[in-house]
């Protein structure tokens, strides 16, 4: 498309009922999907398209790359700071912004593309009453053509990874990515459920929705390929997630298993598996039946010496006859196809020299795995990963010690951050590792509460000056008592009857007044004894 | 407490539908919603403590609470609801036949705000549309000020004011909602140039509601926490916007918007006020 073809226009956008104040879905909020696999999906959808509807917020790279592709495109966002944010950034392009809930909006002419790859969660006002995926997909299918292209991704509760998700630690209270737990029970179950509503076809997503780095067909994703991207290189606390991923791969699928699903409709072909390796630039993959990984352990698990040789002897061998091709690999991306040690993918990356040094690396990360990734009782035993590394190697009957383990693990991590990489599974938290984030965050937190003890303290201090004032009182009226009391004593010593008759009418109230006002102040009961003993003279003289 | 969950008798009513006394309710651990609003339940700039509850009156302003990321909410409903379960054997709301005339709640300023608009011509509007004799309630500023104040009464309309809501406990008129309770009950329409809580609790008390007139505008919308939510509000509550609005729209959104579907029991309302009697 040419853009000077375009009639340009202001950076302005138009508003529909459901638009949103004070925050943004684009920026501090829970992450865009993005990433090289979904900017493919986009420009294979936006390509040579008439009309392009962009359903709620997206990644702004992956629009840029999208938006050139068609002659005009409709970008629908429900909060005014995202839609002030595109429409600015795209204002000399054919770009119409829409301010509101997607429903709310009708457009001139239905679109012939449509791309929903933040799902639909982030469309609908939440002004109104929670909709739910369906009643959305209906409208966004409303939109567009009957044969128009498009690709939605929709998430996937029920994948291992997720569910990890939701029963991480709770979130402070400064943190943006904290959402309320909503749970949608119109999304769809399946692939096939989700394809079905739009006719589509559809990928599996890995890890998950928000940064997949494969989309595979469901009848090209093995467990291999499931495998070598079910670790999320952002989120360290779920590396561990393969035991439980080889598992449901197992029991479910593939399908089952997706960090999410991608349907799409009308593309022009695209191949069953689309992904990058851990460099993040694009590669060909190996549709492995099975996870080396997953099996070793499993031998580990269950005890399974002969086992767990074997497939240690395998991965020897695949490594010494070809060392180049297995260099820039990490254990989890080795296949098991017919009995035959495979990689998942071609890697340019060199994290090893030798074939001894590089099986000796994938030796160590296995059991990085079987020491990390849940076991109660890491099996061989070992004090450890060193100890467990030189005895996997034992297996086969190399011989190294823990002290080479330690440097060829050096080397190797050394090679893996100079590429971007990842290690397996994350070492603990040092304490040079501490986040300067967290570390504001609880001294924010600290000063928050610091305000609500400020703020008992003065209620306590007016309480505290409330009750002085009332003693204060008390004792005034109390002195006002004995004063009294020791007038009618000098009354009575003077022995005048007729007066005395009066006082001891008007000073038998005051006790009455006394107990029920006063009674617990200092000095009052003993004034109250003074003065019953005081109107019993009273009495006596009043009685002569 | 929150010196807030005192304005307009809040606490107060609160503390007389938990059984216990109007006049020296206890405080409140948490944050009440004060007003109808677009927001999370709180005014601009209104950010209730890190751990103190939020009781607010829909379950829309617990989701954009929730949106921005603020946790710790209970949805209660007004307090005004509260005073309808008071009132309702004491002084129920009359049959329609025996309301008249309508009572206009004219957009005001605020402590901290003024606002732009032309009172004269909202006087000819409210004369073009309403038969019958009319109320205006200014609020308790414009009240005070003698040149708008005439305005209205010169107009022939009758003026008054339900309050003040009070700054820090101070000058709080603690009967303002039954003030407003008792005016709203005689008359047949609520009306305003805004949507407002009050045309709210008209329509919760049976009255025709209807939103028109120069809508006026702030004086200072200085930046987002203080912007001009009115052309929200229209897209938003379309049904309320007339000078006819249809009664069934008009109370099934009333009933969301305050938590009439969202009470509390006494005793629930006890607990999460922390006002659980010890004695």
Known sequence: ??????????????????????????????????????????????????????????????????????????????????????????????????????????????????????????????????TDWHAIAE????????????????????????????????????????????????????????SARFAGRGYTLWPDVGSPTLAAAPEACSVALAVAHGRPSDTPTLREVQPALGRTLDTLGAEAAAGGWLVTRGLDPIPAVVGVDRTGDETSWTAAERSWLVEAMRDSARRDASGLRRHVRLLREAVADAPERWCGLQVDEIGLDAGRVVPVHESTVKLGESADEILLGLLDELAAFICAAGWRHPW????????????????????????????????????????????????????????????????????????????????????????????????????????????????????????????????????????????????????????????????????? | MDTSNHWYGHAHILSEYCGLPFEQPRPIWGVLQHGWNLLHGFGPGHEPPYGFPKFVWSHANLRRGQAVGWRDYAVIGAPWNYLLELKKDVEPVPPADEREGTIFYPFHTWDHGEINGDHDRLIAEILDTEEGPVTVCLYWIEYDMPEIRRRYEDAGFRVICHGKRGTLRQGTDIRFLHKQYAEQIRHRRVASNRLTTAIFYGASVGSEVAVYGDPMTFADVRDASVRDGNDQARRLFPEFHGVETDAEEVRATTVRELGLDAMASPAELRALFGWEITA
Request: aromatic share 4%.
């Open chain 1, 380 to 544: 061989p035993a070992g004090r450890g990963r060193d100890e467990l590394t030189v005895l996997l190697a034992a297996t086969i009957d190399v011989a190294v010690t823990p002290a080479d383990v330690r440097t060829v693990r050096q080397q190797r991590e050394s090679s893996l951050a100079s590429t971007g990489m990842t290690p397996v599974v994350a070492p603990r938290q040092a304490p040079q590792d501490a986040d300067p984030g967290e570390l504001r965050r609880l001294m924010d937190e600290n000063e928050a509460l610091q305000g609500q003890v400020t703020w008992f303290k003065q209620q306590m201090r007016q309480r505290q000056t409330m009750t002085h004032e009332v003693r204060t009182a008390t004792r005034r009226d109390v002195a006002a008592l004995n004063d009294r009391i020791k007038e009618l004593e000098d009354q009575l010593s003077a022995r005048q009857a007729p007066a005395v008759n009066r006082v001891a009418r008007r000073a038998s109230t005051v006790p009455g007044r006394a107990r029920a006002g006063f009674g617990r102040v200092p000095g009052v009961r003993p004034a109250a004894r003074l003065l019953r003993r005081a109107l019993r003279a009273i009495r006596r003289v009043a009685g002569r």
């Open chain 1, 1 to 130: 498309m040419n853009d000077t073809d375009t009639p340009s226009k202001i950076g302005a956008y138009s508003v529909v009922s459901g638009d949103m104040y004070d925050w943004s879905d684009m920026v501090g909020a829970r992450t865009l999907p993005r990433g090289p696999v979904l900017t493919r999906f986009a420009v294979a959808t936006a390509s040579d398209a008439s009309h392009l509807l962009v359903v709620g917020p997206h990644d702004l790279e992956l629009l840029d790359a999208a938006i050139g592709r068609a002659a005009t495109t409709t970008v629908v966002l429900r909060t005014h700071p995202d839609a002030k944010l595109v429409s600015e950034r795209y204002a000399d392009r054919a770009v119409d912004v829409v301010c509101g809930d997607l429903r709310s909006w009708t457009p001139d002419r239905p679109a012939d593309a449509v791309l929903a790859l933040d799902g639909f969660g982030r469309v609908a006002t939440i002004d109104a009453a929670p």
């Open chain 1, 139 to 194: 409208h966004v299918v409303g939109l567009a053509t009957p044969d128009s292209r498009l690709a939605v991704v929709v998430p996937n509760p029920a994948s291992p990874l997720a569910q990890l998700r939701t029963v991480a630690p709770e979130a402070s209270n400064e943190d943006a990515d904290w959402s309320f737990p909503v749970h949608d029970r119109a999304n769809p179950s399946s692939l096939a459920d989700a």
